[in-house]
């Protein structure tokens, strides 16, 4: 049955919507406090009530867990995605993100060739500005050129954003001079 649940993680409460078959529809960062998060996927997600998760989702909330917590190396490239309403070049651009491995970063830019593209380096940018599934799709660990951190809409922004790619072990530079709180 679809529905979505919130968990408590070492960053906040997080939360995952998921179809009848058990694929994610989205993935929900902390928004401050539980009832924050609550009210985002309700916001997002309608259609769906606050249900018990089925083991598949369960399986994933437990290893999305371990990355927040330890940060586990993880990937979750495994995880099964409901793309529905996604547009077909976010689906390829949001796939070639979850190829990213843990610790490591690529650019835009880079995206954007890979793509066959390399004038759509803004439009990578936006596909993963509108990516529903973060971090599952691992859009944090997309910079800007000259690996500048560039932006992040998920919650925390850019601090955030630089978290998540510390918890992983990245590489950050001058950028991890930044404030180590998350969201």
């Known amino acids: 049955m679809a529905g979505y649940a919130c968990f408590d993680t070492p960053v ?3 939360g995952l919507a998921w179809n009848d078959a058990g694929e ?3 993935a929900q960062l902390p928004e401050g406090n539980l009832g924050a998060t609550l009210a985002r996927l309700r916001k997002r997600f309608p259609d769906l009530t606050e249900a018990e998760p089925p083991e598949t989702v369960a399986h994933t909330l437990r290893r999305w867990h371990a990355v927040l ?3 586990t190396k ?3 490239a495994d995880v099964a995605l409901s793309y529905q309403g996604v547009p077909p070049f976010h689906q390829r651009v949001l796939e070639l993100t979850r190829r990213i491995r843990p610790g490591q970063t690529r650019s835009y830019g880079e995206l954007a060739r890979e793509l066959g593209d390399p004038t759509a380096a803004r439009a990578v940018g936006q596909a993963l500005g509108a990516n529903p599934f973060a971090p599952i799709v691992p859009c944090h660990r997309v910079m800007a050129a000259g690996g500048q951190a560039g932006g992040f809409s998920g919650p925390g922004g850019l601090q955030g954003k630089l978290r998540l ?6 590489p950050l530079g001058a950028q991890s001079s930044q404030q180590p709180g998350l969201f």
């Open 12 to 14: 906040g409460p997080c």
């Open 24 to 26: 994610l529809r989205g």
């Open 69 to 71: 917590a330890e940060g």
């Open 74 to 76: 993880d990937t979750l």
């Open 165 to 170: 790619l510390q918890l992983e072990g990245a």
